[in-house]
């Protein structure tokens, strides 16, 4: 008869260990966008939620992992809140501007990503496991992008364009509004948001459309 043994791993998904997760990660991702990967410690997130550093490192095995933790989190909380929105949008403009509109409902979640992005990317110290999590947000991004500029030009609800181009182009813009918002503190990001809505309902008018207005300009 075999002895049973005490094996030591990752505590098992309770109420309480999910609880103590969400805590951890939600103060890890606000202290990596205050400062910086290399200057926050598993001391400064412990501080910061009550609980003690051994209990940290018990549910993420290192500060890396912590922060590669956090930034998934912050990605998989846009996508969540697109794909809720996706369910009403049936059509491939609807579906970019759901895309846009994202980055409004969580602004603030969005922006705490872009920070904990550029100031990571300062640093010397790359990790492959870091880089692959916030590759994933824009990886995300360009496939929503992409095929939802394709589906719109097969449907001819838009004219001709050149999907890559004008995937970047809104992709590059709604980066260099987060990053002007943490240069400039009178800078106004929504309202830049809404600038690139309104430009876009133009820009992806269909052909007909876009024939009549150049004809009244």
Request: proline share 2%.
């Amino acid at each position: 008869m075999r002895k049973k043994t005490n094996r030591v791993g990752r505590p098992k998904a309770s109420t309480a260990s999910l609880e103590a997760r969400r805590m951890i990660l939600g103060a890890a991702l606000d202290l990596f966008a205050d400062r910086s990967f290399a200057a926050v410690t598993t001391k400064d997130i412990a501080e910061a939620t009550g609980l003690n550093t051994a209990l940290i490192y018990y549910y993420f095995g290192s500060k890396e992992d912590l922060f590669r933790s956090a930034v998934s989190m912050a990605v998989e909380r846009a996508f969540d809140r697109f794909r809720l929105a996706r369910t009403t949008a049936n059509e491939p403009r609807k579906i970019i501007l759901s895309w846009i509109n994202t980055h409004i409902r969580e602004y603030e979640a969005i922006a705490k990503l872009i920070k904990i992005a550029v100031g990571y990317a300062s640093t010397g110290d790359r990790k492959v496991k870091i880089d692959e999590a916030i590759a994933n947000f824009y990886d995300g991004e360009r496939d929503v992008l992409r095929s939802a500029l394709k589906a719109g030009i097969a449907r001819r609800d838009f004219g001709p364009l050149d999907v890559e181009e004008t995937a970047t182009f809104i992709s590059t813009y709604l980066d260099g509004v987060f990053v002007r918002a943490i240069i400039l503190k009178d800078f106004e990001p929504i309202a830049a948001i809404g600038e690139l809505k309104t430009f876009l309902k133009v820009r992806l008018a269909a052909p007909d459309k876009e024939l009549k207005t150049q004809r009244r300009a």
